[in-house]
């Protein structure tokens, strides 16, 4: 298991996302509702998926699962593309994609946008493992795609047919073109405290299409785009699924981690890390990395429980179980308990404060509680700011992680439900206001050590 060390990153982080991905696929077969796995992918294929869109309840669990696990391989099969060097970069956008493949994202309503970053590489004449990373980030606006193919300009989903078929390839081509630019300036936004750059370009995307496509040419206001609240209502046998599922592959993560030969006091230096602009597998190695990993992906999972607990609700959908996977994307790139939890803190502190204070105003069953979809699924993106708490302590990740629980239900009225990094584009939006702010008048952990060492 050692030998695995003197992989190339490349080929190791390859591997990861193989074996994360062929999880899904063993796992598929052994669910519940396994008879109907192929119809309910068909399914899954075959529906508009606007944000939040839950697959379990639309194609089944195992569907849901070996949807997971084919748009898995497809993203590792870009990262083997020529040229492709795999990073922290690659990692998150291929978490990322798995995790939406969940609730929005399929094998189909992918591949418009990858092959106008195809587009792209011919035109510029670049290698395609060059900008598989855009690929990848691509697929954040694949509800458009699906709404484009199934269903627009009717209201109702009218099935495939040539014009949705050639406004589909015509958009995802002209998205899939201009993005690599996009991706490539939007870190400048935010300067590095976002982890979901890609969720900018996306957003934005989203919201000038959306206006365009709908309000413009069809004269459509957002009420007309339909409901983007949860889809469906699930029964409590996912609750032991999802949790089951989750906690076999982390821990199998740690295990792997323990056998490459991963020490306490390197888990421990990976942890003192501040998460800005860092590349764990390159800078610690890989056995923290895949350490990180699993007592990470525990936290989340630990993290929903106790939410679901407190709410005494069932808070395990296809969307929150994605959701796992999606806040998971950035173990390589900055995050981890250490500097998460402050966010998470954030959030549940915030949705107490402001649940008592709609009964001082009469509010009753208050909707924005920590246990509600839209909550669990904002937190994920809020992780995305971990480095704000991770260089300027927790006090500022617990108010980042508040402020971005005030916005992030408010957002998906700005793009109609059809851009997945709903969240991450809210965590740019907070640090476009509060980055500026902590620069101006905040000293990071650093600057306050070094100061009390002065004196």
């Not at 764990?280 to 990470?296: D, H, Q, R, T």
Request: glycine share 12%; hydrophobic share 50%.
């Amino acid at each position: 298991m050692k030998k695995l060390n003197n992989l190339s990153q490349e080929n190791f982080l390859k591997l990861f996302f193989a074996f994360i991905s062929l999880c899904f696929v063993v796992a598929a077969p052994f669910l519940s509702d396994a008879d109907q796995m192929f119809t309910g992918v068909w399914k899954i294929i075959t529906s508009t998926c606007k944000i939040s869109t839950n697959y379990f309840a639309l194609g089944g669990y195992a569907a849901t699962f070996l949807n997971m696990g084919l748009v898995g391989l497809l993203c590792t099969a870009l990262c083997c593309l020529p040229g492709s060097k795999p990073n922290q970069v690659t990692t998150l956008g291929v978490l990322l994609t798995i995790g939406f493949a969940s609730w929005g994202i399929n094998p189909l309503n992918m591949i418009p946008t990858v092959l106008g970053v195809c587009l792209y590489a011919a035109v510029k004449k670049e290698k395609l493992g060059a900008v598989s990373n855009a690929m990848l980030y691509s697929t954040g606006i694949a509800p458009l795609i699906s709404d484009l193919l199934l269903r627009y300009p009717n209201v109702e989903a009218v099935g495939f047919n040539w014009l949705g078929l050639g406004l589909a390839v015509l958009v995802g081509l002209i998205i899939g073109f201009f993005l690599p630019a996009g991706l490539a300036h939007a870190p400048n936004i935010h300067k590095g405290y976002d982890h979901y750059s890609a969720a900018v370009p996306i957003g934005m995307t989203a919201f000038f299409l959306r206006t365009v496509l709908y309000n413009v040419m069809l004269g459509w206001k957002i009420g007309d785009l339909g409901n983007l609240s949860t889809m469906g209502a699930l029964d409590t046998t996912a609750m032991p699924a999802a949790n089951i599922f989750c906690c076999v592959v982390f821990v199998l993560c740690i295990v792997f981690a323990l056998l490459m030969g991963c020490k306490p006091k390197d888990y421990w230096n990976l942890m003192k890390d501040t998460g800005h602009g860092v590349c764990f597998s390159s800078k610690y190695g890989y056995a923290p990395f895949l350490m990180n990993v699993g007592v990470f992906g525990l936290m989340i999972v630990a993290y929903f429980n106790l939410a679901g607990a407190i709410d005494g609700r069932n808070v395990w959908t296809g969307m929150t179980f994605g959701i796992v996977f999606c806040m998971l994307s950035t173990c390589n790139s900055g995050s981890h308990p250490g500097n998460v939890w402050p966010i998470m803190a954030g959030y549940m502190i915030t949705s107490f404060l402001f649940g008592w204070i709609a009964t001082l105003f009469g509010v009753e069953n208050y909707s924005l509680t920590i246990g509600s979809q839209s909550i669990l699924i904002g937190l994920c993106y809020a992780n995305g700011m971990s480095p704000v708490s991770g260089k300027y302590g927790f006090g500022y990740g617990i108010l980042a992680g508040g402020l971005h629980y005030l916005l992030v239900s408010a957002v998906p009225d700005m793009h109609g439900g059809f851009c997945l990094y709903n969240g991450g584009f809210t965590a740019a939006l907070i640090c476009l206001m509060f980055v500026p702010q902590l620069e101006k008048f905040c000293k990071t952990k650093d600057e306050r050590r070094l100061a009390k060492a002065v004196k």
